[in-house]
């Protein structure tokens, strides 16, 4: 409906979204200050602000005046059918209201100091390689989680597990994601398998020449600029752990990580953060839509498609670096200039089985991400008991990816996730692979001429492409809507698997 | 009284207090973020942040709850004691509760749109030298100006201009301010126009030399640390206005700015800055007493005389360049290594009078000052037409000066305060030079030598001497008070005179 017309109670109530939004982007801001820039000794008065304002933020989400605006609105049949932006926007605070309010303070609380808990015997536990001394404090954290996921609730037919992934995916479930896990699971193992036992693998040490980290940032700028980052709004910074945070309108944090002989470490990172930063600055939050869901992304794995795809379709493939590689050599004094172009692609698609997930490759990631999948339902779902958790891991892990796991520590004590009581979490990592794969093939269907485009350094057609198709939407559409709205089909495993074996079999000569 | 026994509705009060002190710090921290590192596009965002902020901010400083609780603290024998740190904790309070709530939400309005709208029209005026055109916008802000004053009260036998000067340096009266002021403004003036006439003006070409921005930053981080600027708890980073902004517990930033060419400016702006670091980094924040006035700073006055002491009564002395000049030249490649010690002190202690406020010497610029007071003064009792303010502004600048102003844009014009509404805001500069002088002197009687630490680059004993008089005591202290406590005197004049006669008089050879 115009917006003239809107009645009092919705502008009510997209004040108060937007307000919230503003609080949230402060509380971003000062997150980011605490990984970027805030000297240490700042480190206790930033939880203090942080929890204050994070408990400022959920009064006013689960405040009565919010939920009536809202309850108005819903029983006003002009604004609640969900094919309009509006009827799409309240669905979804409606989600969000319902996720704040619907855990009791006790369960929160309890959840809260049994994850603070957990996280501490984590530590310990993996660096002294005891996960016996995890088990009690991850059962905790667990039996508390699948208390939430009982208090949010899941369609019939469902589990528990629905429940969870719910706070991260939207609208998926279990089962949904089991279907296109368990063909990938196989297809993919039986794929690397091949490659390690037949191909042979690339040369790979010339990309740990050592390049200066104000050069690596210097490039890591001028490829991000031309993928279409835009400075005007958005930084790129330095910090342990990579990561993007949209502020709100106009401003979208970058961070990236440099090791003077880590080069390709320092492009993934960067491409993959320019993917998320991308999407932040594609959202619609300049007019009046910021802070109501129609400017927020849809999902994690929506968000991780967006990462993934320009790091990884983009960002080892040859017409990029047909275009980069010589950009880097300017920036890097010519430290490449004796490496041909199939060559430098042929070593950024490496396959190697290895035990740490954040230290693997395109193709064995997935594996590492479906393996917690499947152990991670069964924990929450009781067909697990904590204490077999090694055995089960080690177990799938040799069947996965061929390898024998030599401890806990590199096994299943390897992520703090578990202890955060991140449950439904992981899958996203391998749906936003997915999401990216079957959106590549759309995209190169519509724009045929996008490798000539990208050995050209022009990427607009394809940053268009993501714009109107995923960017706009926000979270109008679910995930799956999304997929099928832009791809014309359902997710499927079978356009990561055509990926893979067309980029990676040729880097093996096969 | 001890902690165990303090009442509910005290530790209430407290609490209270350190959430608004909190949700101050986050204000602090993402002006900081405004002013170092948000991107341009950031800045609409950073608006409706920092409103919807101080929005909350004040609602919780002006809530009836912190009202009754104040009232309830105050009508207990027990705590209202001023002799007590409770007791002054109260009194101090109480005046942050009255200023906050003693203004009509009409006049704040009224006030903040004519401060805005005199900032714009300030900008077209001071371009077009069109004073003319500024009158009615100036007249309306000090207009409203005048009508705050007289809501938050002042004195019997006072006048409207001590309620505004009240906001910056609390318990001072413009007559107080007047009877220390007019004998340094002659004294000065004489003191001027004897060096300019019958002295010879130092050699400053050399302090011209062109050094990197980078080595400039990194020797201005090596002399701060020594003067005791912890690092752990602090930064420096670069703006175009330097500043220094005390989020909270452990967390100090300091900012300054670099040119080649212009050395002496970064030093003097990042001691300046290091001055306010150190107060910031020494004030009782670290406990219980965070977000209480017994953690905050007294008064722009004295904030500024630890900027001012440390720039000037320390940075400009032969003693620190003593230390400070080989370091330098190590930073510097030997850049002013055939400069000697007495050449190179004599550089930076010239005194020559100029337009412009911000670019003057340590000397002139209390003349410029004095000359803003008196004018404000008159401005706001109604003694002065606003029409009338060039005509008084350039007579007083040629008797104080000796300078014939050449037009508004360099005259009356040049700075923005007023279109803020900021009047008594001025004065504290050279309130914070004086305090300055008047401390130095207490403290070389206590530390007889202090020279010869400063001289081997220790400034330990003088940091503890500010610990222990100054910074420690917050808000417990007005600031006479603090002056009389730590010098045993009322504020006086003569001790910044006679520290410019030993400290300048010889650079001019005389």
């Given amino acids: 409906m115009p917006t003239a017309t809107l009645p009092q109670h919705y502008t009510d109530l997209i004040a108060l979204q937007r307000e919230s939004g503003t609080l949230g982007s402060i509380a971003a801001n000062i997150s980011w200050d605490q990984e970027t820039y805030m000297p240490a000794g700042g480190a206790g008065a930033r939880a203090e602000q942080s929890s204050l304002l994070a408990g400022i933020i959920h009064e006013r989400n689960t405040s009565s005046k919010l939920g009536d605006l809202l309850a108005q609105c819903e029983a006003d049949a002009d604004l609640s059918d969900e094919s309009t932006p509006e009827g799409a926007s309240l669905r979804e605070m409606r989600r969000d209201y319902d996720l704040a309010t619907k855990l009791p303070t ?10 603070s808990t957990a996280q501490e015997t984590w530590k310990k536990s993996r660096a002294n390689n005891d996960f016996p001394s995890f088990v009690d404090d991850l059962t905790k954290v667990l039996d508390l989680t699948r208390e939430k996921g009982e208090c949010y609730g899941y369609k019939e037919g469902g589990e528990v597990y629905d429940a969870l992934i719910n706070e991260y995916e939207p609208d ?6 089991e279907v296109v896990f368990t063909p990938l699971r196989d ?3 039986a794929f690397i398998k091949d490659l390690t036992e037949n191909g042979t693998a690339p040369k790979v040490d010339f990309l740990h020449r050592s390049i200066a980290v104000e050069k690596q940032h210097a490039f890591g700028q001028a490829i991000t600029a031309q993928l279409g980052f835009d400075y ?6 330095t910090t342990t752990h990579p990561f993007c945070s949209g502020f709100g309108p106009g401003d979208t944090r970058m961070t990236t990580r440099y090791e003077p002989t880590n080069f390709p470490d320092a492009v993934g990172s960067t491409m993959h953060e320019c993917g998320h930063g991308l999407y932040e600055q594609g959202l619609p939050k300049g007019g009046a839509l910021f802070g109501t869901p129609l400017a927020a992304a849809v999902s994690l794995g929506i968000h991780e498609s967006q990462s993934r795809m320009w790091e990884n379709m983009v960002g080892r493939g040859k017409p990029f670096w047909n275009w980069a590689l010589p950009v880097a050599n300017k920036h890097f004094d010519n ?12 070593s950024m698609n490496t396959c190697t089985p290895s035990f740490i997930r954040v230290e693997s490759d395109e193709s064995t990631y997935n594996l ?27 177990e799938k892990f040799k069947n ?10 590199t096994g299943c004590l390897q992520d703090v996730h578990w202890s955060f009581g991140l449950v439904g979490y992981f899958p996203t990592y391998t749906l936003g692979n997915l999401y990216a794969a079957q959106m590549w093939e759309t995209i190169n269907e519509t724009i045929p001429d ?3 485009q990208m050995a050209k350094g022009e990427f607009g057609a394809l940053l268009s492409w993501l714009r109107e198709n995923i960017h706009q939407h926000g979270r109008r559409y679910s995930a799956a809507q999304l997929c099928q709205r832009a791809t014309g089909k359902p997710l499927d495993a079978a356009p990561l698997m055509r990926h893979l074996e067309r980029r990676v079999k040729p880097a093996y000569c096969m």
């Fill in 172 to 177: 998926t479930t279990a089962k949904e994601i």
């Fill in 106 to 115: 006790d369960l929160v609380k309890a959840l809260a100091l049994a994850q």
């Fill in 368 to 394: 590492h991400v479906m393996l917690r999948f499947e152990l991670e339902r069964a924990m929450i779902n009781g067909d697990l008991a904590i204490k077999d958790l090694p055995g089960a891991w080690n």
């Fill in 400 to 409: 996965f990816l061929g390898l024998d796991v030599p401890d806990d520590t």
């Fill in 187 to 189: 297809r993919l193992s």
């Fill in 232 to 237: 005007n709004t958005g930084r790129l910074d």
């Fill in 335 to 346: 430290a490449f200039e004796d490496i041909d172009l199939d060559t430098f692609v042929k």
């Fill in 450 to 452: 996008l490798d000539a």
